[in-house]
Structures are given as structure tokens and as C-alpha cells.
């Protein structure tokens, strides 16, 4: 598969990578980030599910080709608080179903997992980062994880929308991590979105 075409508003990362293993069958990938934490660390489980956990929202292109040694194709955008990438990237794949990823909290980070055979051959996992006004080790305004079957087309930067008036403002809630919208569009497939208070 060609390499895809590269995205505009790309962030440049800090440091050089270093790899490591954490355990047995558990090769982890980490990136040095803001403040001497590791930005990102790249984990493969024995069952061949790979865990992702970001501390620093600074380098989508190694967190892309350290997914991709992991075995999981990835098209990564960091963008500034209030942007996302605008909709669609591509045609959804069908994942079976509903999109069981869940992005938590992880610290001032983000975590989430794939299991094995949930990004199919030939399809793209797709992260859309919203960072914090506050800065890059911040935790993220918000998230968007899906599936795109095919050719990702390249990030153009739009306005974040506006959650909905039932889950009411931001500083109306307590910080208890990020809330998780999960669904399984007819059209598009299955896409995950989490809003961070």
C-alpha cells in the first residue's frame, strides 16, 4: 500500500525513540516527552493486542510508524484546542459491529486499546486529537478514534462542534476523566468520540 500523502499541521516531536521490552511478549515503544515523562508507549500483548497509552501530544508521525511496527496502520492528527479534522476521512470499515475501543483516562494522558484483527487488512486506525488550550501534557479537549477502509484523506482543520445541551458546559461538571460517545453509523460505520471536560 502506498504511503499516504502527508497531512498539513503536522506537530514535530521532541526526541529520538527508544525501544525496550516491559515484559515477555510485550515489546514497548517510548517516546521522551515534555517534562522528561515518555510522550507515547506502544505495547504488544502475546494475544496480539496492542496497547497505546499518550502523555505528551507531540509526535503523530512516530506514534504512526510505531503502530505501524506494531502492526497497526495509523494516521495520527494533533491540532489545536476547538479543531478537528473534518469528516469524512474515508469509508468506515466494518469493524463487526459497534466500535469496542474505549479511549480512558490515563493520567494527564490518554489510553486506549485494539484488539487483535480489529483494524482489518487494508484499513487505517484514524486518532483526531484536540488539544488543551494549556499545552501539550495536558489532557486533550478531545478525541476521535475510527477505522477508515482504504485511502485516509489528509486532515483539513475545522471547527470542533459543540457538545450537546444536555451534557451542559464544561465547568458545570467535576473533572472525573473523559465522557465516551460511542456509535455505529449506517453510512460511515463505527466511530468513536470522547469530549474531555
Known amino acids: 500500500m ?4 502527508r497531512r498539513p499541521r503536522r506537530l ?6 527508544v525501544a525496550g521490552v516491559a515484559a515477555a ?5 517510548v517516546l521522551a516527552g515534555v517534562g522528561g515523562k515518555p510522550a507515547y508507549a506502544v505495547g504488544k500483548g502475546s494475544d496480539g493486542g496492542v496497547t497505546v497509552r499518550i502523555h505528551a501530544f507531540t509526535d503523530p508521525d512516530g506514534l504512526e510508524r510505531d503502530l505501524a511496527a506494531a502492526g ?13 479534522c473534518k469528516a469524512p476521512r474515508g469509508r468506515h470499515a466494518d469493524a463487526g459491529g459497534a466500535f469496542a475501543t474505549g479511549i480512558r483516562k ?12 480489529q483494524v482489518p487488512k487494508g484499513s487505517t486506525l484514524v486518532l483526531t486529537v484536540s488539544k488543551s488550550a494549556q ?12 477505522i477508515v477502509e482504504g485511502q485516509v484523506a489528509p486532515c483539513e482543520p475545522t471547527s470542533l462542534p459543540l457538545p450537546p445541551p444536555d451534557q451542559g458546559r464544561p465547568g458545570d461538571q467535576q473533572d472525573e476523566g ?12 463505527p466511530t468513536l468520540t470522547t469530549t474531555h471536560p
Open 106 to 117: 490515563d493520567g494527564d494522558g490518554i489510553a486506549f486499546t485494539i484488539e487483535k484483527g
Open 178 to 189: 473523559p465522557s465516551t460517545n460511542s456509535r455505529t453509523d449506517p453510512d460511515n460505520g
Open 135 to 146: 499545552g501539550d501534557a495536558a489532557p486533550p479537549a478531545a478525541t476521535s478514534l475510527e
Open 2 to 5: 502506498a504511503a499516504p500523502a
Open 25 to 29: 511478549a510485550t515489546a514497548v515503544v
Open 72 to 84: 497497526v496502520p495509523a494516521a495520527v492528527d494533533y491540532l489545536p484546542e476547538g479543531q478537528t
Open 12 to 17: 514535530v516531536g521532541l526526541t529520538a525513540a
